[in-house]
């Protein structure tokens, strides 16, 4: 008994205990959808960005690290290729569960709050049940986890020049993944002025940090450039530009969606010459006249436009967070509403703001995370134009950070006697 | 001025007489708010009117099929002296009875908690409540039942701290016989209160043994004697027919789409088209058939079952009928039926832990709230038909608000001394 408590105290095997629960239920819940692997046109899509990054072009429509990635496997081992990504980002997002113990253990100081969230993040459906969609979806979620880790350590860690540096360099590649990531930049700027402040004294560091922030923006700034040389705007991608037309053509602004093309699909051929054809893939390729117009009837209806998104945000409230189970029961059993999360949400920020005005707490870790829910839920709700729960997906983790801080602010404990 | 407010801020916080009058008060205002808000009147369903019908029955002294005699006696006694304003009444009725019911809960959780906080959330929470008030609208019995339930939860409360005189348990013992023949569902609540009666007096907390003898028997007498007379009517040993056409509706499946209606007398009618009522008579002994049927494919209606809770998990519970009127305003009044059984499944380990342990403070009356929700929930799946879990269990949503504050009084829920770590920790 006293070996058993021993090891339920060791972290290692508390950690890998829950990894290697979590890889058999996501293996277990993959095997229940008999190995699927969810393609779709948005897959397509990512492929057909890959051609265009790989021959050294900017994609109108994607950034470049997914893509990328789908063209480098493809072109090695075309028949593997969907089984790699999904073995990838089981891995990926299994191993981020040693971010966010890290990030929750050094936060609120409590192992066992930590190994709680850590194992209630592993073993999520609603995290589980994206590993094996070809989407971004998974490795953004993994990429948040590391990302919060990083910010952590930045305020909480020794080794601040290189937490500082490692988060720059991650903020860069997260958004080269998925340009949704943008609204993350308030969060990481917060904590990185704050670091910057606190050490002003430290001049190494006063420099890694200026330096760090000057490269997020000089690399940021200079895709930007390229892809404005490339398609005429200041942007990553397309996909803001077009959900906007979609949600105009919604209300009936604008009358079709110009030059949505869909359509088959082949890879080139790998090593072997073999290739992998996507049934449908997507591009979107819309004359200027178009754009112009379009842009001219957003900025006319803008009041309109902002009206519908509010309807689109309070309609959220009633979306679920799903997740895919073995059976529909055990399936139903973890189904969330959205609402539920930006309810914990307001009471955490208003717990904080407490902590903050009253108790002369620091809240800085709490503000950017609080900073990362508002960003992931505003640009999905304002840059999609459906399909919010997927999109919104990607801050989720930080929910798992914020619930250890806000119970951390509370005190629990249970009487030893039995009173009257 | 802000000075003096400070000072008597504290003291009225603390005062339960203040607290109850302010809960109160705030319910009043909101819940009339909110039914002239919504302004779509009294909720009726398809039973409504089958109580007029069987109210009429059993004022001519008869025994309904369908019916326990309560609610329909209620709604032919507004009936005759409201006449045309008979649902108006039956609403005033409600809703005076669940603010009357907002002070026993308020009483009930003041036994086992002093902090204001954890009185004032678990009473707020269920005076407030928008489901609630919608229920005094509906023309059903869940009000009434929700409102009872409250009350009989408030006197084993009083049996379990002790504190129970002969009045407590004769009232426990009326309330739940008021309560079944409110509603035939409230039967799954009589063991827990043979239950509460014999731990307690192994704990040697119940004073009053023959009391509690005595109002059991009683009560017992009184069921014995209403099944029997349900037996000698009608063929079948229960309080109604509801859970043997529910039975039967499980075996049909689809093949019982429409059931024949009849019109109230006139002496009843209530007017606004809801004087028709549907009526159901086993003329062809199909309940014994479909009994055999179930028999037979027990595996099946097991399977039938476990679909019925991934179903409901998706329900929201309080149950809501006029959901797009205060859809946005109210939705964080209402979850959805997986966060309670998430719930249920983490508190019942815990507190069995806690028993363990011998951290027993405040565990039976958590275990008293546990049992009603589960037996609720249990009873709801196993006897009802359409799968309206949400409505059908609605009487646990009292002990559900009172296990909020039960469960932070149990913990010792309170804000950290200390500030907490971010700015401390940072290393420079």
């Known amino acids: 008994m006293t070996k058993i408590k021993k090891l339920l105290h060791s972290e290692r095997f508390v950690l890998s205990m829950i990894i290697i629960i979590g890889l058999a239920l996501n293996v277990a819940r993959m095997a229940a959808i008999g190995f699927q692997i969810g393609v779709y046109d948005d897959s397509g899509s990512y492929f057909t960005s890959g051609d265009v990054f790989a021959s050294g072009n900017i994609d109108h429509l994607r950034t470049p690290v997914y893509p990328l990635l789908c063209h480098f496997l493809a072109s090695i081992s075309a028949p593997h290729t969907f089984k790699i990504i999904v073995i990838l980002q089981l891995l990926v997002y299994l191993s981020s569960a040693l971010p966010m113990y890290y990030a929750v253990s050094r936060l609120t100081r409590r192992k066992r709050f930590a190994a709680i969230a850590t194992a209630l993040y592993t073993w999520s459906p609603m995290f589980g049940g994206y590993i094996h969609l070809i989407l971004t979806e998974s490795f953004a979620i993994s990429c948040t986890t590391y990302l919060i880790a990083l910010l952590t350590a930045i305020t909480l860690s020794r080794h601040k020049i290189a937490a500082t540096i490692g988060t720059a360099v991650f903020l860069v590649f997260m958004i080269m993944l998925r340009p949704f990531f943008v609204c993350f930049i308030p969060a990481v700027a917060i904590v990185m002025i704050y670091a910057l402040i606190k050490s002003i004294r430290n001049r190494l560091y006063v420099i890694a940090n200026i330096a760090s922030m000057i490269g997020i923006a000089l690399a940021l700034g200079g895709y930007m450039a390229a892809y404005n040389r490339a398609y005429g705007s200041y942007s990553f991608s397309c996909v803001y530009e077009l959900n906007r037309c979609l949600a105009l053509k919604k209300l009936e602004l604008i009358p079709t969606i110009e030059s949505l093309n869909y359509f088959g699909y082949a890879t080139k051929g790998d090593i072997n010459d073999d290739v992998i054809f996507m049934p449908e893939s997507w591009v979107w390729q819309p004359s200027q006249q178009y754009r112009d117009m379009c842009e001219k009837i957003y900025n006319d209806n803008f009041v309109t436009y902002t009206k519908a998104k509010i309807f689109d945000f309070l309609y959220s409230f009633v979306l679920f967070y799903t997740g895919e189970m073995n059976s529909p029961v055990l399936e139903s059993l973890f189904h969330m509403r959205i609402s539920y999360f930006y309810l914990f949400t307001v009471l955490f920020i208003l717990l904080e703001l407490y902590y903050l005005f009253w108790r002369k707490s620091c809240v800085v870790i709490s503000a950017a995370l609080a900073l990362i829910f508002v960003g992931g839920v505003f640009t999905a709700i304002w840059g999609a134009d459906s399909q919010f729960v997927r999109i919104m997906t990607p801050m989720l983790p930080c929910v798992f950070v914020m619930a250890p801080i806000f119970l951390s602010r509370f005190s629990f404990s249970i009487d030893n006697i039995d009173k009257p | ?428």
Not at chain 2, 8 to 31: H, K, Q
Not at chain 2, 91 to 108: E, G, P
Not at chain 2, 190 to 211: A, D, E, T
Not at chain 2, 339 to 366: D, G, S, T
């Open chain 2, 1 to 428: 001025m802000i000075k003096r407010l400070k000072e008597i801020l504290p003291t009225i916080l603390r005062s339960d007489f203040e607290n109850i009058l302010f809960i109160v008060g705030v319910a009043i205002y909101w819940s009339l708010h909110w039914i002239k808000f919504i302004a779509m009147g009294f909720i009726t369903s398809s039973d409504t009117s089958t109580y007029f019908a069987a109210g009429e029955l059993f004022a001519n002294g008869g025994i309904d099929y369908l019916r326990t005699p309560i609610y329909p006696l209620i709604c032919h006694i507004m009936h005759h002296y409201f006449g045309e304003y008979v649902l108006e009444s039956l609403t005033a009725l409600h809703l005076i009875v669940f603010y009357i019911s907002i002070i026993f809960l308020h009483r009930t959780i003041s036994l086992f908690t002093d902090k204001w906080a954890f009185k004032f959330i678990p009473t707020a929470l269920y005076a407030w409540s928008i489901p609630i008030f919608e229920m005094c609208l509906y023309i059903m019995t869940e009000s009434l039942s929700i409102s009872g339930m409250v009350i009989l939860i408030y006197c084993m409360s009083r049996i379990i701290v002790g504190k129970a005189g002969r009045g407590t348990i004769w009232s426990a013992a009326l309330i739940l016989l008021f309560l079944v023949f409110l509603r035939p569902f409230n039967v799954c609540f009589i063991p827990i209160l043979v239950l509460i009666m014999y731990f307690s007096h192994r704990k040697g907390s119940l004073k009053h043994l023959k009391s509690a003898i005595i109002s059991l028997s009683a009560t017992s007498v009184v069921f014995f004697s209403y099944c029997l007379w349900f037996f000698n009517t009608y063929g079948i040993f229960g309080f109604s027919y509801v859970s043997t056409l529910n039975l039967f509706m499980i075996s049909c499946g689809d093949q019982i789409s429409e059931l024949p209606y009849n019109e109230l007398t006139e002496e009843v009618q209530i007017g606004h088209g809801r004087d028709i009522y549907w009526v159901w008579f086993d003329k062809e002994n199909c309940v014994a058939e479909a009994k055999k049927n179930l028999k037979e494919h027990t595996a099946h209606f097991v399977k039938g079952k476990i679909i019925l809770i991934g179903k409901s998990c998706f329900k929201i519970f309080p149950h809501v009928k006029t959901w797009p009127a205060f859809h946005y305003s109210a939705i964080f009044q209402c979850v959805t039926m997986n966060i309670i059984f998430i719930a249920l499944m983490v508190l019942i380990p815990f507190e069995l832990w806690l028993w363990i342990r011998k951290r027993r403070r405040l565990v039976p009356i958590i275990a008293l709230h546990l049992l009603i929700c589960c037996l609720s929930i249990a009873t709801t799946i196993v006897g009802s038909s359409n799968g309206e879990i949400e409505r059908l269990s609605m009487p646990m949503f009292p002990s559900l608000c009172l296990l909020v504050g039960l469960l932070a009084e149990q913990t010792n829920f309170r804000l950290q001394e200390s500030a907490v770590q971010q700015s401390q920790q940072f290393c420079n």
